[in-house]
């Protein structure tokens, strides 16, 4: 069954960076595009970013653009969420999901928290 693995989340300073990680199994990794997104306290989940299969193509909203990068190394089944120039309202649980057969599959998210 497809498995998702969330890493990298931690406490940090306003303007500061963290690196999320997702590894994904269950699945042929080159084959999905993948995504990121944030629940914070409260509030509906909401999109962050996407890459393609071949990691050619990424999307953003618009509240990351110019400080998030998705990326992607289907050698290690793993999709990465760069995060620089944090602000406090990134505070968030953040999830990597896959579509697969027109099934969502979500990891168990990871907290990032960042402090004024």
């Known amino acids: 069954q497809v498995q998702l693995v969330e890493s990298g989340g931690g406490l940090v300073q306003a303007g500061g960076s963290l690196r999320l990680s997702c590894v994904a199994s269950?699945?042929?990794?080159?084959?999905?595009?993948m995504g990121w997104y944030r629940q914070a306290p409260g509030k509906e989940r909401e999109f962050v970013a996407t890459?393609?299969?071949?990691?050619?193509?990424?999307r953003y909203t618009d509240s990351v653009k110019g400080r998030f990068t998705i990326s992607r190394d289907n050698a290690k089944n793993t999709v990465y969420l760069q995060m620089n120039s944090l602000k406090p309202e990134d505070t968030a649980v953040y999830y990597c999901k896959v579509r697969k057969n027109g099934n969502d599959y979500w990891g168990q998210g990871t907290q990032v928290t960042v402090s004024s």
């Open positions: 890459i393609s299969w071949s990691g050619s193509s990424t």
């Open positions: 269950g699945l042929t990794f080159s084959n999905y595009d």
